[in-house]
């Protein structure tokens, strides 16, 4: 019996195998954010449908739920009855839409049809997305009364999921 | 009814392939040649269940057959026929059926190839073999089961994943990669058959290495197929990501080929059999390695298949084969060592000692690399990334370092040389070097990597030919004609030894093409508005337009390109008009939406000439202007058929000797009869 | 670009910057062709969110080109190149550095490989040395079916 070839071989076998099962359950797609626990970026958008410029910073006191997506982004139609009709139950939470590389008639066009209950932002060269670390659409950032970011949800929501992370901001 | 003969057909294959499996150990601990004979049945009545099963399930989706889950899944009467049959490969649970087809040909194959020799190997070797066949089948049987029944069958598939339908070299690449892939499994089993009798005979080196070689030759095919097929669909034209699973078939490649040099020394003096036993168990080992990785779910890659029950069951099979390589070894690895000696590490002998440490590291560090943000967010919960600018800084100091050995490697004799020997063949090919260095530089090649390429790139090719030569010169000295010696020399008698040099040929060329692909390439983004020109390296582009082409599967938006030899009436730069002289060809690149992805998906066009690839991607299209990249690679092209010149070179290896007859009548032994030895 | 600024400003509409992230640029503001290789080679250095493990600068996709974007203005205005991987790092997270930073645990990566190539040549060339000195043994035996006449005609005619 080789020593040697046995105590190496079972490291690297371990070492694999430990590092194997490890990975498994985790979804790679799912980036942790680093804002989580920050204050969130601060903007000033102009809103497309009522025209007046929405201050992140004059929304504090109130938790802020803030949803970046796009025309051209599929999965983002069916997300909308969900915002609209939770935006419309709960008056104390303050939703905010913010659209990257679309156009004001688009975005137009799809709020008259599929209806609208909170302002949507313009952030034209999506800068503000980059500063949030929005990689694809739709996520949405929960930001509780003191302006921190609490959560961030990648894909679309449903109901339970926004209220689970909405409860986080409400704490 | 399809389905459950399906269904019928992988229970069985699970059972035959355990009962011969069981049968084969048996027969070798008791060396029973009854024992060996049934387990010979046993490998060929797997593989024939396998076979059937595949035939079985191609009919199922030619004849659309729904009522087969696999069928339901992938299937589509709305794809043309190549599509539908191409598709049994195309998703998780057909691709491992067919593994498991690909296992059952090289099983019965390398049975019947060696039905009457190595008598005390063979059934270890059946009983390995079949004992992962026996986990394939299991897993078809049972996580990854593409006969499940679909009722009530519906009428109507969605057919392959669209990126899949995009080129042809779709069809090649996953077929090449599995005959890569699987054929590791037979020198696996050849490796475990000599540990578990306890030696590794001088007759049965040669079956090892061919079973081994085999396999090589597919794989590096099939990996520069990946790579080619990155380049011409992917639009970003690069070839090479490092992205996780791309990794997974470079690893078992690497430890094959410096398992292939090794082999050479345990050829030639007897020594480092543990080793190439090692790096042999290794490749197989790395094979189900990415096959986890491709599968489980566990990296983000490209070629991620969804995450599925598949990956815990590959992962505990992996466990369970690297347990019982690591306890075989320890067990076996001093019965086959110390049975030959070096006669100077300052020789070809050691050069080959040299060129594998540098292929473990180079393992080591792909591995290491792909891993490790795993291990990082297991241990600290963080994440991190390991991408191309890391991998890059790491291994092209490697991969200089082997190109260096290509050239010195064969230049040194087999054992001991003198020093004036040794200046005598390290020398003269510096010169070639030299020049070769010169003309890159005289030709516009001003990184030092680059430069230090074509240097060693030439002082490889001058050793190379040397060496091919060699036989040939041999032969022309005694007096024989050219052309029957360099036939006789090469391909008759030398074909191990000049199918090895061709290769290295072929790997001296791949080394200097990427190297001043990636060096000397430039590219250019511009937006041009329907009709304007712009010129850029050598050619003028003019967009002339757009059309829509709408097809079952995708929305595309085609843009028109001219490209034509600059010179007209508005020289160089972006011009207004039609701009260029003689048209030489048009381009036609593409944005896709397809109905399933989220985002468009670009395809490229590719003008490739002799010198170089033009590549014009699009950045985006709005109207009547379109933003397009134009990339300009030198020598890409000769990366692809360079690997093709390695597989051949591999081939040429491969093709048995002829059997020959000996007549010896020593003086004092008794008398031996005439006999065909083998 | 001037104007954009001014109708924003207008507007009073403000965008997150990156001066809140990584402070004041530090470095030269670039233009022209250094400024596109800069970008270029940044571009590479960083990883698109969406995307599988392709680099923001080889990938299609829109937040991609924002990206690239983005970092080519901060060039403009004279932000260095590890101050925009940072404000990068600060709103993605490490998982966009396509480079591992040399730093915590990281340097595991780049080290390892470095330290098995020295601990490899050590190992060969002890191997090596040891094979010098091995007594020269003979070969395995043969099968009993084997001649040793039979063997060594074979090793002479058979080339290597």
Not at chain 1, 63 to 86: G, S
Not at chain 2, 557 to 585: E, Q, Y
Not at chain 2, 601 to 619: K, Q
Not at chain 3, 62 to 75: D, G, P, S, T, Y
Request: glycine share 10%; aromatic share 10%; with cysteine.
């Amino acid at each position: 019996m080789n020593r040697t070839v046995l105590i190496i071989g079972i490291i690297i076998v371990a070492a694999i195998v430990f590092v194997l099962f490890a990975g498994l359950g985790k979804d790679p797609q799912h980036i942790d954010s680093p804002l989580v626990g920050k204050p969130a970026p601060p903007f000033a958008l102009k809103a497309v449908n009522t025209g007046e410029t929405i201050d992140l910073e004059s929304l504090r006191g109130k938790p802020v739920i803030v949803n970046f997506w796009a025309t051209w982004c599929v999965p983002c139609y069916e997300e909308h009855p969900t915002l609209v009709a939770n935006a419309r139950q709960l008056p104390d939470v303050q939703f905010v839409g913010v659209v990257f590389n679309d156009t004001e008639d688009k975005i137009n066009r799809f709020l008259a049809e599929r209806g609208s209950a909170y302002p949507t932002l313009l952030d034209a060269n999506g800068k503000t997305a980059i500063a949030y670390g929005v990689g694809g659409v739709p996520e949405t950032y929960f930001i509780n009364r003191a302006g921190t970011i609490v959560a961030k949800y990648e894909g679309p929501m449903s109901t339970e999921i926004l209220q689970e992370n909405l409860a986080k901001a409400l704490r | 009814m399809t389905a459950t003969f399906g269904r019928f057909l992988i229970l069985a294959s699970v059972l035959v392939s355990t009962t011969g499996a069981f049968i084969a150990y048996a027969a070798g601990a008791k060396r029973s040649p009854e024992g060996l004979k049934w387990s010979q049945r046993f490998a060929y009545a797997f593989a024939g269940l396998m076979v059937i099963a595949t035939g079985v399930m191609e009919y199922a989706l030619i004849t659309h057959d729904f009522s087969v889950q696999y069928v339901a899944h992938v299937g589509s009467t709305q794809v043309p026929l190549w599509v539908t049959i191409v598709s049994l490969w195309s998703s998780l649970e057909g691709s491992i059926l067919f593994w498991g087809f690909i296992l059952g040909i090289y099983i019965a194959a390398t049975t019947w190839v060696n039905r009457n020799q190595h008598q005390e190997y063979m059934p270890f070797a059946i009983g390995t073999w079949l004992s992962c066949g026996a986990f394939f089948s299991f897993l078809i049987a049972g996580p990854a089961n593409p006969f499940l029944s679909v009722i009530p069958a519906p009428l109507e598939g969605p057919g392959p994943n669209p990126l899949l339908q995009n080129h042809l070299l779709m069809i090649i690449h996953p077929p090449m990669l599995y005959l890569g892939y699987v054929g590791m499994t037979i020198p696996f089993g050849f490796a475990a058959a000599a540990l578990l009798r306890g030696r590794l005979g001088q007759s049965f080196l040669r079956p090892l290495r061919a079973s081994l070689l085999l396999p090589w030759v597919f794989l590096t095919i099939a990996i520069m197929l990946g790579g080619w097929w990155a380049y011409e669909v992917l639009g970003w034209g690069g070839y090479w990501a490092w992205d996780p699973v791309e990794n997974a078939s470079l690893l078992p490649w690497l430890t094959a080929t410096a398992a292939l040099h090794s082999a050479i020394v345990m050829e030639r003096r007897g020594v480092l059999k543990g080793w190439t036993v090692t790096l042999i168990q290794a490749s197989f080992l790395l094979t189900i390695l990415g096959t986890f990785m491709t599968r489980s779910g566990v990296f983000n890659s490209v070629h991620s298949f969804t995450q599925s029950a598949i990956g815990p069951t590959i992962l505990i099979f992996l466990t369970a084969v690297l347990l019982f390589s690591v306890i075989l070894l320890a067990l076996r690895i001093d019965s086959l060592e110390a049975e030959g000696r070096i006669e100077s590490a300052v020789s070809r002998e050691g050069m080959f000692l040299v060129n594998n440490l540098f292929f473990v590291v180079f393992t080591f560090t792909v591995l290491v690399g792909t891993v490790f943000p795993l291990v990082v967010e297991a241990v600290k919960g963080k994440q991190m990334s390991v991408g191309r600018p890391y991998f890059d800084a790491m291994v092209v100091p490697v991969g200089t370092a082997l190109l260096f050995l290509l050239g010195v490697g064969p230049a040194l004799p087999w054992g001991k040389t003198s020093r004036k020997e040794m200046l005598r063949v390290l020398l003269p090919p510096l010169i070639t070097g030299a020049v070769v260095l010169i003309i890159g530089y005289v030709l516009g090649v001003r990184s030092a990597w680059t430069l230090v390429t074509l240097l060693f790139g030439g002082y490889a090719a001058h050793v190379t030919l040397a060496q091919m030569w060699l036989p040939l010169r041999q032969r022309l000295k005694k007096g024989d004609a050219f052309a029957p010696a360099l036939i006789d020399a090469q391909l008759r008698r030398g074909r191990r030894r000049f199918g090895g040099y061709v290769v290295h040929a072929g790997a001296v060329i791949v080394f200097v093409a990427i190297a001043v692909s990636s060096t000397m390439r430039t590219q250019q983004e511009v937006t041009l508005t329907r009709g304007q020109s712009t010129t850029f390296a050598g050619y003028t582009v003019t967009f002339t337009g757009t059309e829509e082409r709408t097809e079952p599967h995708r929305q595309s938006t085609i843009a028109h390109f001219n490209i034509s030899k600059p010179g007209g009436p508005s020289g160089g730069g972006t011009s207004g008009g039609g701009g260029g002289g003689t048209l030489i060809t048009t381009m036609e690149p593409r944005m896709n939406q397809y109905a399933a992805m989220r985002e468009p998906i670009g395809t490229p066009a590719v003008y490739s000439t002799i010198g170089r690839d033009y590549y014009l991607s699009i950045m985006n299209l709005q109207g009547d202007q379109a933003g397009i990249l134009i990339i300009n690679m030198p020598m890409v092209g000769w990366i692809w058929g360079a690997v093709l010149l390695m597989g051949a070179g591999g081939l040429i290896a491969l093709i048995p000797a002829r059997k020959r007859t000996y007549v010896v009548v020593p003086e004092s032994a008794p008398t031996i009869d005439d006999e065909a030895i083998a | 670009m001037i104007a954009t600024f001014f109708l924003l400003a207008l507007l009073q509409v403000k965008v997150p910057d990156a001066a809140q992230f990584v402070g004041q640029p530090k470095g030269v503001p670039l233009s022209g062709q250094q400024l596109e290789e800069q970008t270029m080679t940044i571009s590479h250095e960083l990883r698109c969110p969406v995307c599988q493990g392709l680099a923001i600068g080889d990938s299609p996709s829109i937040m991609a080109a924002n990206m690239k974007a983005q970092v080519r203005e901060l060039l403009e205005r004279g932000y260095t190149e590890e101050q925009i991987l940072s404000y990068f790092e600060k709103s993605y997270g490490q998982f966009v550095l396509l480079k591992p930073k040399f730093q915590g645990v990281n340097t595991l990566v780049w080290i390892l490989p470095i330290a098995v190539l020295a601990i490899g040549f050590v190992l060969v060339v002890s191997k090596a040395k040891k094979l010098e000195v091995a007594p020269a043994v003979d070969a395995t035996p043969e099968e009993p079916a084997d001649d040793p006449y039979l063997a060594q005609v074979r090793k002479m005619v058979e080339k290597p």
